[in-house]
């Protein structure tokens, strides 16, 4: 009976043992289930930059003065002296050529004799005229000679009257034997030296009108649709790189260049004491009417059924989710989005297949550093 009893206690505390043994297994088992880390899986991801707000139309052309004058003498002549060179700046006044003279001012002479001759014979021709009055109020000549006598008092003055323009003509091109500025300005062109036979009307110097400025270029045909007058493009200067200016074109020409078929573009310039006459200067436009389209590449673009998405990482959260685009066309570089996407958005550009709404992903190190800031041409990746 005792050793009965003995049997079953000692059963008893080996039961006990086992169950406890049991029971700190599956304690351990629980704490080791709930310690068990949450998956978070590393992405490779690329910054969406700027917008592309279409095909950029740029073209070269030359600083100008908006109203250039063609300065040539009203009479021809051998030019005698230039007074100025190119570069120069002219007033209102100021003498830039000179032709012979010689020959205008003799004829400024025989004008001077033609109308003195023209007032002896009006004073002559005014003595037989009063003559013939006081004889016709005596009854003593005709009539007929009286009107004779006015007749040819008239026509002497006449006469005088003709002299006296001939002599103004001929002290007019005196005067124009001189070539002078009609405005203030830059001497821009030079046509013609000393020494050279003229005539009149051709231009000899050219000067560039103070005032507005603007840039010439020529653009090809299948261009010419995007520029309209008032169109705002963006100016650029080849000798100051920071220099932008905001353009309006002003003027498009009707016709194309029989030589080059292109179509001459004038744009105004804002006033702005940087911009010299002759500068090089670039034109810089965007087609009209075009949409802008952000680059994503070829790798971030997923579907959820027949619904173009990608996968957008909240830099916040840490977490990926699904976000439907509109895909506008595809380039060389990837996919062009017209829809669905904003500049800094963080997209999965690689294993997309592997995403889950709401699924924690880990960025690279390069990312994280940065706060997301990455260019969207650059990706990075990182070891699981």
Do not use: H
């Amino acid at each position: 009976m005792f050793s009965f009893a003995n049997g079953k206690t000692a059963f008893v505390s080996k039961s006990l043992l086992v169950a406890v043994a049991l029971g700190a297994l599956t304690a351990c088992s629980e704490e080791k289930k709930v310690e068990a880390p949450e998956i978070v899986r590393p992405v490779k991801v690329a910054e969406v930059s700027e917008p592309d707000i279409g095909r950029k139309l740029d073209y070269s052309g030359s600083v100008r003065a908006r109203t250039e004058m063609n300065l040539g003498f009203r009479v021809a002549g051998k030019m005698t002296e230039r007074l100025v060179d190119i570069g120069q700046r002219v007033k209102p006044g100021d003498v830039l050529a000179r032709l012979d003279a010689v020959d205008y001012q003799l004829a400024v002479r025989r004008a001077e004799a033609d109308l003195s001759a023209a007032t002896k014979q009006v004073e002559i021709s005014g003595l037989a005229r009063r003559r013939a009055e006081t004889l016709a109020e005596k009854n003593i000549s005709s009539q007929s000679q009286l009107e004779q006598a006015q007749l040819a008092n008239d026509q002497a003055i006449s006469q005088k009257e003709s002299a006296q323009s001939a002599l103004d003509q001929a002290r007019n091109q005196v005067a124009y034997t001189d070539l002078k500025a009609t405005q203030t300005g830059i001497v821009t062109t030079v046509s013609a030296d000393a020494g050279q036979v003229v005539s009149a009307g051709t231009p000899v110097v050219t000067v560039a009108i103070d005032g507005e400025k603007e840039v010439q270029v020529a653009v090809p045909e299948m261009d010419i649709g995007n520029f309209k007058p008032g169109k705002t493009v963006k100016a650029r200067f080849w000798s100051a790189t920071d220099l932008v200016l905001d353009g309006k074109v002003r003027e498009v020409a009707g016709s194309a260049d029989p030589q080059s078929r292109t179509f001459a573009v004038r744009v105004s310039l804002p006033e702005d004491g940087r911009i010299l006459l002759g500068m090089t200067a670039n034109i810089a436009a965007v087609e009209d009417n075009a949409t802008p389209t952000w680059s994503i590449p070829l790798a971030a673009l997923a579907k959820r059924g027949d619904q173009p998405v990608v996968w957008i990482v909240d830099r916040q959260k840490s977490v990926v989710n699904s976000r439907p685009i509109k895909v506008a066309d595809f380039s060389d570089n990837g996919v062009r989005v017209s829809e669905g996407i904003a500049k800094g958005d963080l997209v999965v550009s690689a294993g997309t297949q592997f995403m889950k709404e709401d699924m924690k992903v880990k960025l690279p190190q390069t990312v994280a550093s940065r706060f997301g800031t990455v260019s969207s041409q650059t990706t990075a990746s990182i070891q699981p």
